[in-house]
């Protein structure tokens, strides 16, 4: 089965280049919570280099906390942020001779939308506004996948290898001691119940179902490259088959 690989990159992390010998699609972020026009530009040759789809990944504006701030804008107001964003990475992205192909937002921002059916719909709006070809990632099953389904635009439902998962299907929040896996095995073992089965185990003891097209890694975390050479290998092990 063919799964693709992605990674939050243009962040600050020092495995970014490292990563982008490993991972399908980069997702770059445009400079709000994180990043700059210099890394952008930077994130971009990097991803051209080593051949990996880019995407721009859109955050709110809250560098101070990583985009991880709750904000409770107006629909019109998370428009214009994430119509801005995708904009100013595009055009790095041509002076590259590049392509981009899909729109992930980050953090905070995704995960409200995941949960708030108007912020997705005002996300996807601006995707779609901006190119309606491009492919909106969302966390599987999320009110993001299913704006992108009302609007028309081209999706992929997005799961995490680092992260657990509560039974409702949304992520474990941050703050929680066991929101992150640590453990290289723990990671494995969840991506290919993904894959394998349609399923997670939750951090409460459930199985829930869940549909996956790309797997993140987070690029700033501390495991991040170990984390991805190790799915790299399980991935393209017969360990699928």
Known sequence: MKIDLNADLGEGGQFDEALLQIVNSANIACGFHAGSPDIMANAIKL?????????????????????????????????????YQIAALDALVKKE????????????MYNQAAQDK???????????????????????????????????????????????????????????????????????KQVLGFIK??????????????????VCIHGDGPHALLFAKNLHAALSSDKLE
């Open 118 to 188: 108007t912020m997705a719909l005002a996300i996807a709006q601006a995707v779609y506004d901006f190119n309606p070809n491009l492919t909106l990632f969302g966390l599987s099953g999320s009110f993001l996948i299913d704006a992108a389904k009302e609007i028309g635009l081209p999706y992929m439902n997005e799961v995490f290898a680092d992260r657990r998962y509560q039974a409702s299907g949304s992520l474990v929040d941050r703050s929680h001691p066991k929101a992150m896996i640590e453990s290289e095995q723990e990671s494995i």
């Open 97 to 108: 001779n590049a392509t981009m192909v899909h729109v992930k937002p980050h953090g905070m």
């Open 197 to 214: 089965n349609g399923t997670v185990n939750t951090i409460d003891g459930e199985i829930i179902p869940v549909a996956a097209q790309t």
């Open 47 to 83: 991803a051209v280099k080593y051949n990996v789809k880019i995407g721009a990944h859109p955050g709110f504006p809250d560098k101070e906390n990583f985009g991880r701030t709750r904000m409770d804008l107006p629909p019109q107001s998370i428009y214009n942020l994430t119509l």
